[in-house]
């Protein structure tokens, strides 16, 4: 009897210890499987992390859209942001304006175009009787229009201003005279620059690898089949590239157009001159022109008349001479 309670409290004692030390072991082995997993030997004796992984981020080219190590991802790794590529937008804007004085505006437009180192690229000025002006003094005009009195001057003005100056310089120029109309374009190229771009890149590996062709090639007949393609490729690069730049250039530089206009004179009927000087120019025209008609009519029936003043003359005295003779008889 006595040795049945022995062997029972001892198998009691026995799973009690079991209850108490499997927690203890299973905290030991989720220790020890933990730091396996962090710290695993490598060949050359040194350790490496298996969850701490090396965070360095990686070089990823300018202007490309690839992922970077963020935040946590929704399958519990790390999470990724795309890098937002700087827009890239080609700007033209079209302002029609009234101006005092075509050349004093421009004189503004040059200085403005010295300070914010814009560049006019085209620059016209013309008058309504031809086809253009050249420039005088602004002291030797009076009033609007040339100096010959055709009218009030008209102007076009291109204007390339760096993107990051442009709303500066186009609220300097509005300040230069009232403005009458206003259109203003945009264009996205950002995605044409980045296509651009991966083709460049494309092309440069397509090249790097016909040279290593090159240098491995056995004859001279696979040197010059592998010269041609290298030549296309080299050809494609250069004409890329140039597009490339264009665009940047197109991109980096906004354009802006000023149509410039002087006021015009008097309001006149139907958008022409009243006509009071001209209707006076016509009438002495008129004139000179009847004057000019008599003088020629006189002179071609000139001998006419002296010939009939003779016969005129010969017939009343033979007609005197024959009334006398008749009265003697």
Not at 138 to 147: A, L, P
Not at 188 to 210: C, G, P, S, W, Y
Request: charged share 20%; with cysteine.
């Amino acid at each position: 009897m006595i040795h049945r309670r022995i062997a029972a409290a001892g198998l009691v004692l026995a799973m009690i210890a079991v209850v108490a030390v499997a927690p203890l072991a299973g905290c030991q082995s989720l220790s020890g499987n933990r730091g396996q997993s962090e710290v695993a030997p490598q060949p050359d004796g040194s350790a490496k992390s298996g969850t701490t992984a090396d965070k360095s981020p990686a070089l990823v080219p300018e202007g490309s859209t690839e992922s970077r190590s963020g935040g946590p991802s929704e399958s519990g790794g790390t999470a990724t942001s795309p890098v937002v590529t700087k827009p890239m937008i080609v700007r033209d804007k079209t302002l029609t304006m009234e101006v005092d004085s075509i050349r004093t505006t421009l004189a503004k437009i040059n200085a403005l175009s010295a300070k914010y180192k814009a560049s006019i690229t085209q620059s016209s000025i013309s008058s309504p009787g031809g086809d253009g002006v050249l420039p005088t003094p602004e002291g030797q005009r009076s009033g609007s229009g040339n100096e010959d009195g055709n009218g009030p001057l008209s102007g076009t003005v291109t204007i390339k201003i760096p993107v990051e100056d442009f709303d500066a310089y186009v609220t300097a120029v509005r300040k230069l005279g009232d403005v009458r109309s206003e259109r203003e374009s945009t264009e996205d190229v950002t995605q044409q620059h980045i296509d651009m771009k991966a083709r460049l890149k494309n092309l440069k590996a397509e090249e790097a690898a016909f040279l290593r062709f090159f240098r491995a090639a056995k004859n001279v007949r696979e040197m010059l089949t592998i010269e041609q393609q290298i030549a296309r490729v080299r050809g494609e690069i250069e004409s890329l590239q140039a597009q490339i730049d264009y665009l940047e250039r197109r991109s980096a530089m906004a354009t802006l157009t000023l149509n410039l206009s002087e006021p015009g004179g008097v309001v006149s009927p139907s958008g022409e001159d009243w006509g009071f000087v001209d209707a006076i120019r016509q009438a002495i025209r008129a004139f000179v022109g009847v004057v000019n008609f008599l003088i020629i009519t006189i002179g071609a029936l000139l001998p006419i008349l002296i010939l009939g003043a003779i016969g005129f003359f010969v017939v009343r005295w033979l007609l005197r001479s024959f009334v006398f003779a008749k009265r003697e008889e």
